[in-house]
Each structure stands twice: as C-alpha cells, then as structure tokens.
C-alpha cells in the first residue's frame, strides 16, 4: 500500500456524522462575491484553453501562474451584478444556492464532504461516498492505468492539478467551492440522491482540485464553505 493509500484508508475510518465540521471554530466569514470571484476565475482558466473548455490543459508553471494572473485581471474590473451574469448564465440554481448560504473559509476534512455525481466524467458509484471514497478509486484507477473506467477529463486534469498544487492550495480565488450537504449535485433540499452518503457538504466547484489534493494524500484542504443561515444574531463563527 502507497503512502498516499495508507493516509486516504485512516481518513476513511473517520466519523463524519458530527453535525458541524470538525474544524469550524476556525472558520472566518467572508462576503459571497468572494466566492462567485472564485468561481468565474476557475472558469476563465479553463475556457481559456485551446481545444476544450472542460479541464485544465497542460501548461507549466509559468504559464498557469501567467494565466491566474489575467484571470484575476479580468474578474476584478467585474461587480457583483456582473459576476451574478456570468454565473446565472451557465446555471441558475447555482447563483441561487451561493445567495442562499453565509460564507466562510476554513479547512475541511475529506470525509466530510463529497463530490458531484459523476464528476469529472468518473463513474457515478464512485462519486456516491465521501471525498476519500471517491479518491481511493480515483487513485487506483491511475495507478492501473485504466482508460475503460477513468475517462479523459479525471485522467488530464487531475495530473495538471498536481504539477501546480503549490499554487492552488495557497491562493483563495482557487479553492474549492462547498455547498451544504444535499443541496448541489448530489442531492435536493438536503436529501441525498438514492444511494448517495448526506455529507456535510457537497462540493459544487472544484471537484478534480480536490480529488488531486487528497489522492496525493492530504487530509484535509482550503475551501470556501457555505452554511445554512441561522436565525436571528446566532452565528457560526463568533
């Protein structure tokens, strides 16, 4: 067993049915066009490519960092308003969920949270569990070299990812974008599609970002998380 199998198979044995995330306490609130930035950065880099607009092409690091940067260039000169275009315009329901929620930053575990069903193109029972679930098969899958089941989208971007995982992790405008569990992709009104696990969340931009971080074996991992609104002046983070 790899060193990476080794920390997805103890992760794996985590509780995940506290009702908060384990590390929420550290968690610091931010305004939604944090978020809706995020997501139309992550966009522009990918419909920036020649060829495809679904995954990251090959670029060095030189040439994803000079693509961030006009990236960032581009959405800074946008408003609120405008970023709302942008996102509607690909998928209403998405612009309503991200106006639905309070924001914050922190880090989660990956067995709290699961990616979209059939993400990436990958099999959809693969994608029904948790994160680590999903990137124990992924990084077999890899590991085989297996065309049949591990489509061109996972088996492309996921490498890419990797070669610029030292950016990607440390710049917030590329975190991965988490809704509550149920709610996106993987279920409706907070109940989980018929075979799917209710996480804590469910991750709505940034599926193979965060297959890559925990299939190279990290436990847990930046993101934007979006929480129910509570009532009245009670919060999550104090």
């Known amino acids: 067993m790899s060193e990476a199998e080794q920390s997805l198979y103890i992760i794996r044995k985590t509780d995940r049915k506290e009702l908060l995330y384990a590390e929420h306490e550290k968690f610091r609130k931010v305004d939604a066009i944090e978020v809706k930035r995020s997501f139309v950065i992550a966009q522009y880099i990918r419909k920036h490519n020649v060829g495809n607009k679904r995954y990251l092409s090959e670029l060095t690091h030189e040439q994803f960092q000079e693509r961030l940067k006009r990236a960032k260039s581009f959405v800074s000169h946008l408003s609120e308003p ?4 942008v996102i509607a315009e690909e998928y209403k329901k998405r612009l309503k969920a991200y106006n639905a929620v309070d924001w914050y930053t922190g880090k989660v575990h990956a067995n709290e949270v699961g990616v979209w069903k059939g993400a990436g193109g990958l099999p959809v029972p693969w994608t029904q569990g948790s994160l680590v679930d999903t990137a124990v098969q992924v990084l077999v899958a890899m590991q085989e070299d297996s065309d049949s089941v591990l489509v061109a989208r996972a088996k492309r971007a996921i490498p890419r990812i990797r070669r610029n995982m030292d950016i990607i992790e440390k710049d917030p405008y590329l975190y991965p974008i988490i809704l509550p ?53 009670e919060d999550l983070v104090k």
């Open 181 to 233: 569990g149920g709610t996106q992709g993987r279920g409706l009104k907070g109940r989980p599609y018929k075979g799917f696990l209710l996480m804590k969340g469910d991750i709505d931009d940034g599926c193979m970002r965060a297959i890559a971080f925990v299939s190279s074996g990290r436990n847990s991992f930046p993101a934007y998380i979006g929480i129910q609104r509570r009532t009245g002046s």
């Open 82 to 85: 405008k970023l709302d275009e």
